[in-house]
């Protein structure tokens, strides 16, 4: 008797285990998982490791604000103290700008340029 079935391939297959590293026929159930792991955590070949001499990346607190915390045009130093001397209340709706001249009390990078409201002014 012969049934019009396809034939099933191994997990080793399916997961892209080439057949050079095919499992053993006696094996214990364990075995498989750690052997996908090792195939795909296995360290990369010198010859197509990335050069040293290239730079890291930063996630830094103000990484990549390169030219979102840049003063203007002519708008560099000291700010005026009308900046200092705004009033606001609580409940108002603000725009959120950060001078990147001020380092203390600076808010992160991604609050820059939403609108909140004010809950607390002290």
Known sequence: ?????????????????????????????????LK?????ERPILPWLRTPHFTMPHSFGYRSQTRHTFARGFRNHGKIGL???LTIFKVG??????????I???MPHKTYHGRTGRVFNVN
């Open 1 to 33: 008797l012969t049934l019009n079935t396809r034939p099933v391939r191994p997990w080793y297959v399916l997961c892209g285990i080439p057949l050079w590293m095919e499992p053993l026929t006696l094996m214990s159930t364990i075995w498989p998982t």
């Open 36 to 40: 996908i792991v090792r195939y795909f």
């Open 82 to 84: 009308s900046k200092y």
């Open 92 to 101: 108002q709706m603000v725009d959120i700008k950060v001078n990147g001249s």
């Open 103 to 105: 380092h203390k009390g």
